[in-house]
């Protein structure tokens, strides 16, 4: 499966009816496989970019083509984690992930969905509390409840909007090597795209990191190649010849791209 | 009589404390005089006041304090009954509220009772009205942009302005009067149903979108406990509201219902029925709004943490 961007463009209407331009001419390819990062400044419209791969935002100009045929619309071939869990408050950590599967795949046999919930509940730890309510846990457990209703409707593609971005150093290390661990061996899930602030979090994470520029240029700026092997662990990683020099470049284009939105 | 009550605990408290000091192993309650134990008693109820008899009393101050104008206002003003006349009227209606001798004269608690029926009869029509309406306004744009504006041109008029137009539809009073309180509880239900989808989150929304859920299972998890809170304080206000105007639009048409009560009451010269109606009317619609009350806290809890 390929996924290729083509020419995106988005304006989007500022709050004095000011067009504000926030993608420019995106043209990506990504292939089967691959795990990608976006890395920008806030508002260099790199959530509006996974919102037009996911098909809740729909460009002004430009295509999304999967294995060449254009997306329209959300689905959940391309299933997605927000950035503040976005869970339903009134349905248990189960009933959440049941009825995304449920929704999201009529033609399953009921045995499967219950036999794909529980796996990825129990993949990400939560199974023992699959009966608590959002509010009941905390916020690292309400994002592991989003990774695994994504995981849960067996999408190829996995669309992550600053999933930890929320969360505290700990539970987030704790939430990458779950997220890694589900890509890599335990999921039919072979692309993910992943939103992120943190430089250490896409190159942990990232076959390739997608560094985006603020307006007045918002498009890509630089696509970085992280040769490292997996598995990778975070505190192994620091020590490969490779870091160093990737952390620099992602720090001098996200700086240098700082001043140009100054000037 | 009052300051003495109030002054003896503190006596006796000086005076007692020592001695049970001073014996810790005699039994406290055996051996003390009659008035002494009173006084410990009255010493331990005043220290273990709860919250609610505390704030008992604090109404009861307030209701002394109402009573006590009343009074003085009812000396001032000829006409106007006592507080006395009209606790006995009150005792009066309620030791028979239901009986009936004829068209013209029927206990408080009969007309009470139909007028109950005639709001609750309106704000059912308005709820079966204004909960779909509200739904559409809220979720299909063009909707509200075109029915909006002429809801905020109709809602601040007085409902009663439309009982002359449902007696022409009806050509009878009782359901003209039905109809006020459906145009009456309308406005706030349809407005709080269209208010309550805009606070469904978009977070939510996407979320429906991606795992594709279908409109039932849409209304069901995202719609309807996102906004059922905000319906049913529409329902509460409307309630509210159409409870003060089944009593206006009664002594308008007439014949039976606590409207009609006040007014012919009114025309009998007995004001202290008025006043025991008014006591009654207040009560009922404290009842019904401390119901609605319930039931909001309890779908509100919920919904709103996330």
Redesign the interface.
């Known amino acids: 499966m390929t996924l290729e961007l083509r020419g995106l463009r988005k304006m989007f209407r500022g709050r004095r009816g000011e067009p504000q331009e926030v993608l420019r001419g995106i043209d990506l390819t990504i292939t089967t496989g691959e795990f990608v990062s976006f890395i920008g400044h806030s508002g260099c419209g790199k959530s509006t970019l996974l919102n037009v791969v ?3 935002v729909r460009a002004d100009a430009g295509d999304v083509l999967i294995d060449g045929r254009p997306v329209d ?4 071939e ?3 984690v ?1 950035q ?1 869990y ?6 248990s950590l189960l009933a959440n992930v049941r ?6 795949r ?1 033609d399953w046999e009921r045995d499967r969905v219950d036999e794909m919930v529980e796996h990825y509940l129990s993949a990400v730890g939560l199974w023992p509390h699959r009966h608590k ?3 009941q846990v905390s916020g690292g457990m309400a994002q592991r409840a989003a990774v695994a ?1 994504a995981f849960a ?1 067996g999408p190829r593609t996995l669309l992550l909007d600053e999933p930890f971005g929320a969360l505290d150093a700990l539970t987030r290390s704790r939430l990458q090597q779950q997220l890694t661990d589900l890509w890599g061996n335990e999921s039919e899930t072979e692309t993910v795209l992943m939103v992120t602030h943190g430089l250490d979090e896409a190159i942990l994470l990232a076959d390739r990191i997608v560094v985006m520029a603020n307006a007045p240029h918002p498009s890509v700026r630089a696509i970085i190649e992280v040769p490292i092997p997996r598995p990778r662990d975070r505190v192994g990683i620091t020590g490969h010849p490779a870091y160093a020099g990737i952390q620099t470049q992602l720090v001098d284009l996200l700086v240098a791209d700082h001043e140009l939105a100054l000037i | 009589m009052t300051a003495t009550e109030i002054s003896t605990p503190a006596i006796e408290r000086s005076s007692v404390e020592p001695a049970v000091a001073e014996s810790p192993v005699a039994p406290p309650a055996a051996p003390l005089a009659p008035g002494r134990s009173a006084g410990i008693v009255s010493a331990q109820v005043a220290r273990g006041l709860s919250r609610a008899t505390r704030n008992a009393a604090w109404f009861l101050a307030g209701a002394c304090v109402v009573v006590a104008v009343w009074q003085v206002v009812a000396g001032l003003a000829e006409g106007l009954p006592t507080p006395l006349t009209s606790a006995r009227t009150l005792g009066g209606m309620l030791a028979d509220p239901f009986y009936d001798n004829g068209p013209n004269d029927k206990g408080v608690g009969i007309q009470l009772g139909i007028s109950l029926q005639r709001g609750f009869a309106g704000f059912f029509l308005a709820a079966l009205v204004g909960i779909p309406a509200g739904l559409l306004l809220g979720s299909v744009r063009p909707a509200w942009m075109a029915f909006n504006p002429i809801v905020q041109v109709l809602r601040p008029v007085s409902p009663l302005a439309w009982y002359p137009i449902w007696l022409v539809v009806f050509k009878d009073p009782p359901p003209a009067a039905i109809f006020v309180i459906f145009i009456t509880a309308l406005w706030p239900t349809l407005i709080s149903t269209a208010a309550g989808l805009a606070e469904i989150p978009p977070d939510q929304r996407n979320v429906a979108r991606v795992f594709r859920f279908g409109r039932f299972a849409y209304l069901r998890h995202v719609l309807v406990p996102n906004a059922l809170p905000s319906i049913i304080t529409g329902l509460r206000v409307s309630m509210g509201i159409g409870w003060m105007v089944i009593v206006a639009v009664e002594m308008l048409s007439g014949n039976t219902g606590i409207g009609y009560f006040v007014w012919d009451s009114y025309n009998t010269g007995r004001l202290d029925l008025v006043i025991a109606a008014i006591v009654l009317i207040g009560l009922i619609g404290f009842v019904i709004d401390s119901a609605l009350l319930w039931l909001s806290r309890r779908f509100a809890i919920e919904g709103v943490r996330s």
């Open positions: 996911g098909g809740l619309g959300p689905g959940p391309r299933a997605m927000f503040n976005s869970l339903l408050p009134r349905l009825e995304a599967v449920r929704a999201a009529p309510r959002p509010a209703r409707v």
